[in-house]
Nanobody, 129 residues
Framework: QVQLVESGGGLVQPGGSLRLSCAASGFTLDGSAIGWFRQAPGKEREGVSYIGSTDRSTYYADSVKGRFTISRDHAKNTVHLQMNSLKPEDTAVYYC??????????????????????WGQGTQVTVSS
């Protein structure tokens, strides 16, 4: 059974940092692309960051460039999102999603939610003083 589980969310003050993790079970993330998305109340789900199947391609939304870093830990079958200099507008539920090797959606843009096959349940990030 393919499962993604996010962790690491919480309440942080503006300017603070959090490290989100996306742990996979039931399959290997090796060769898979991983996307991080977020959804704030009343807003559409938006792409935040992406790491390609070989780790050589990483993308970020303009709103998080220079503050967020995506990385993959192959040994732990996990992908991380390091979030620094957090702002109140970063408040949202954060989701990770994967496009496995066998996916039929490899032609999709990284920021398009329909381009992924499996999703985690989400973790809440709240940036507030």
């Amino acid at each position: 059974q393919v499962q993604l589980v996010e962790s690491g969310g919480g309440l942080v003050q503006p300017g603070g940092s959090l490290r989100l993790s996306c742990a996979a079970s039931g399959f290997t993330l090796d060769g898979s692309a991983i996307g991080w998305f977020r959804q704030a109340p009343g807003k559409e789900r938006e792409g935040v960051s992406y790491i390609g199947s070989t780790d050589r391609s990483t993308y970020y939304a303009d709103s998080v460039k220079g503050r967020f870093t995506i990385s993959r830990d192959h040994a732990k079958n996990t992908v991380h999102l390091q979030m620094n200099s957090l702002k109140p507008e970063d408040t949202a539920v954060y989701y990770c999603a994967t496009r496995p090797v066998w996916s039929l959606k490899w032609g999709s843009n990284w920021y398009e939610p329909f381009g992924y096959d499996y999703w985690g349940q989400g973790t809440q990030v709240t940036v507030s003083s």
